[in-house]
């Protein structure tokens, strides 16, 4: 996938530059018939790997890599543009992705991948993208064909890592659950999934990602009906061992499941159920559900992620708890400290940056 050279230093003496995020080149606005294509142009200063997602044919497809050097464009999508959002990820060695927390399945070198679930379980990695809100209200019509494209820069999401550190650490501290062979685990039960073949998938949260367990007949059947006789959320020691480790997505054998008493930090997940609404934008909630929360934008869900409440996340500790989630399949962890929660009201940190993120309690159903 080749980028589309923009000669800066030759442009810069015409007045030219490249495009603002949302701004067609040759036109302005989303007032006119949309947009003919999707351009993403690397401002940065250093060479970035750049792969999309988006909803094609009411399913969630993704699709990379793109390498783009500085002072490029590529055109990674042509055509007129159906959907308002899009969703994009960029990598960089020694820069980080400031992303929006929402999941997509990703692979390395070329791929086109169709559904946004069960990424490490159909053998992809999974990634946090950010959104890019291209402002359609409707696809165009036959007769009101667009001529530009709609252009977004990656300076908007990307950032130099502090001295130059290595890529973040995703690790929480104390957890290490599927190092050996063997483990012995205070998790938090998840739920069950059965699947048409009649394969029934067991889903446990601990500190260091997700532990699966299946009626494969590695597991005593007994332990798999106890498992779907509890209800989410349920504080529940087990013992096993691991089968198959992925990328914090663990699938283990149990040999013993005995339900345990709460600590402080599963009554502090048991107040975060519920419903929760942005006071900054009120398409952007989520739903706590057990050790889940299920991230929507308006009606449409946008990804799943695990969810636990610990003393520490990544290299943030101290002051508080802090609420860890990850890809319900893996990915990077995100941290978020808790500075209150009320009854109506919760307003986190999200760590490293320190943004301040309000959210108020709305438990009535999606519309």
């Known amino acids: 996938m080749r980028a589309r050279l923009i000669l800066a230093f030759l442009l810069a003496p015409l007045g030219l530059a490249l495009p603002a995020q949302g701004q067609a080149a040759g036109a302005g606005g989303s007032d006119g018939p949309g947009y003919a294509g999707l351009e993403i142009c690397n401002d940065t200063a250093v060479p970035q790997s750049v792969s999309l997602a988006y909803r094609d044919d009411g399913r969630w497809m993704s699709h990379g890599w793109w390498g783009l050097p500085p002072e490029t464009c590529e055109r990674v999508l042509d055509g007129s543009l159906k959907n308002r959002f899009y969703y994009f990820r960029s990598e960089a060695q020694n820069w980080q ?19 946004d ?5 159909r053998g992809y990695d999974s990634a946090f993208f950010a959104k890019i ?20 820069r990656l300076s908007l999401h990307s950032r130099p890592k502090a001295d130059g550190a290595g890529p973040l650490s995703t690790a929480i501290p104390g957890a290490g659950a599927t190092a050996d062979l063997a483990f012995d685990q205070d998790v938090t039960f998840q739920g069950c999934e059965e699947r048409g073949d009649g394969r029934v998938i067991c889903k446990l949260v601990m500190g260091a990602g997700q532990l699966c367990v299946t009626n494969d007949g590695m597991t005593d059947p007994a332990i798999i009906d106890r498992l779907q006789a509890l209800d989410p959320g349920t504080p529940v020691r087990v013992s096993g061992e691991s089968l198959t480790s992925g990328d914090r997505v663990t699938f283990a054998s149990l040999n013993s499941l005995t339900e345990r008493a709460e600590t402080r930090h599963d009554l ?4 975060l159920a519920g419903r929760w609404v942005s006071q900054a934008d009120a398409y952007d909630l989520f739903i706590i559900e057990g050790a889940s929360r299920h991230n929507f934008y308006g009606s449409v869900e946008t990804m799943t992620e695990l969810l636990s409440v610990q003393t520490a996340c990544d290299d943030a500790s101290g002051a508080g708890l802090y609420m860890v989630a990850q890809a319900e399949d893996g990915g990077p962890t995100h941290c978020y400290r808790i500075i209150s929660l009320t009854e109506g009201e919760l307003v986190l940190s999200y760590m490293p940056r320190g943004t301040e993120l309000r959210y108020h309690r709305q438990d009535q159903p999606l519309h």
């Open 97 to 115: 992705f400031l992303d929006e927390r929402i999941s997509f399945c990703t692979a390395p070198g070329d791929f086109t991948i169709y559904g």
């Open 117 to 121: 679930r069960d990424c490490a379980i």
């Open 133 to 152: 809100d291209t402002n359609i209200a409707t696809a165009p019509s036959a007769s009101d064909q667009p001529t530009v494209a709609y252009v977004t």
């Open 268 to 271: 502090m997940l048991d107040d």
